[in-house]
T-cell receptor, first 115, second 112 residues
C-alpha cells in the first residue's frame, strides 16, 4: 500500500516568508508526528497528533511554528517568518496508534532552505 | 524530558567484522527502544526494536540488548556488509502517547 507522502519535496524560500509543508499519513494511522532533521544531526521531535486528542506541541521551537491535522488524515506544518536556522529536512511519520508499541513509518521529508 | 546519548558518532569497520553502537537514556520511565537506519538521502526505516520486558532481541545479523538498570541499550551488527553502510539512530520513548526521542546518530561505513 501507499506509504507516508510529503510535499513539496524541496522548498526554497526567502527569510521572512511563510511556508506550509504537507503530510499524508498511511491510511488508518491515527498517530502522526513531525520531526526536524538539521544537516548531519538527529531527528528533533516537533509535534504529534493522536486521533481527536489535543496535540502534543512540546517540541515546537517557537511560536512561529504551528501544525494542524484534519481528522485522521492530512497534516500541515506552517512556519511563519522563516529564519535561516529553520533550514532543515522536515520529516513526517505516522503509526497505527500512539498508545501502543508501534513502528513509526516515515515520509521522504521536505528539504527546506531559507535564503 | 528524555535525553538520549549515542556513541560513537562515526564507525568504520571492515566487511565481515562486527559493529556495535551504544545509547544511554535518562528517563527511567522509557520502555520502548527502536533503532532506525537511514541511508543517504532516504527516509529512516525501523530495523529492530526492543521493549522493556526483554533484555535481548535478535533478527538475523542484527541484535539489540537492553540494560534497564544502567539505562543503556546497544545495537550489534555481525558479519557486516557494504550495504550496512548508513546512519543508525537509536531512540527511546514511553508508551501511551509519547513521541520518540532520538540520539544524534552513528554513521557506519563498511569497507570491502
Amino acid at each position: 500500500g501507499a506509504g507516508v507522502s510529503q510535499s513539496p519535496s524541496n522548498k526554497v524560500t526567502e527569510k521572512g516568508k511563510d511556508v506550509e509543508l504537507r503530510c499524508d499519513p498511511i491510511s488508518g494511522h491515527t498517530a502522526l508526528y513531525w520531526y526536524r532533521q538539521r544537516l548531519g544531526q538527529g531527528l528533533e521531535f516537533l509535534i504529534y497528533f493522536q486521533g481527536n486528542s489535543a496535540p502534543d506541541k512540546s517540541g515546537l521551537p517557537s511560536d512561529r511554528f504551528s501544525a494542524e491535522r484534519t481528522g485522521e488524515s492530512v497534516s500541515t506544518l506552517t512556519i511563519q517568518r522563516t529564519q535561516q536556522e529553520d533550514s532543515a529536512v522536515y520529516l513526517c511519520a505516522s503509526s497505527p496508534s500512539a498508545y501502543s508499541y508501534n513502528e513509526q513509518f516515515f515520509g521522504p521529508g521536505t528539504r527546506l532552505t531559507v535564503l | 524530558g528524555e535525553n538520549v546519548e549515542q556513541h560513537p558518532s562515526t564507525l568504520s569497520v571492515q566487511e565481515g567484522d562486527s559493529a556495535v553502537i551504544k545509547c544511554t537514556y535518562s528517563d527511567s520511565a522509557s520502555n520502548y527502544f527502536p533503532w532506525y537506519k537511514q541511508e543517504l538521502g532516504k527516509r529512516p526505516q525501523l530495523i529492530i526494536d526492543i521493549r522493556s520486558n526483554v533484555g535481548e532481541k535478535k533478527d538475523q545479523r542484527i541484535a539489540v540488548t537492553l540494560n534497564k538498570t544502567a539505562k543503556h541499550f546497544s545495537l550489534h551488527i555481525t558479519e557486516t556488509q557494504p550495504e550496512d553502510s548508513a546512519v543508525y539512530f537509536c531512540a527511546a520513548s514511553r508508551n501511551s502517547g509519547y513521541a520518540l526521542n532520538f540520539g544524534k546518530g552513528t554513521s557506519l561505513l563498511v569497507t570491502p
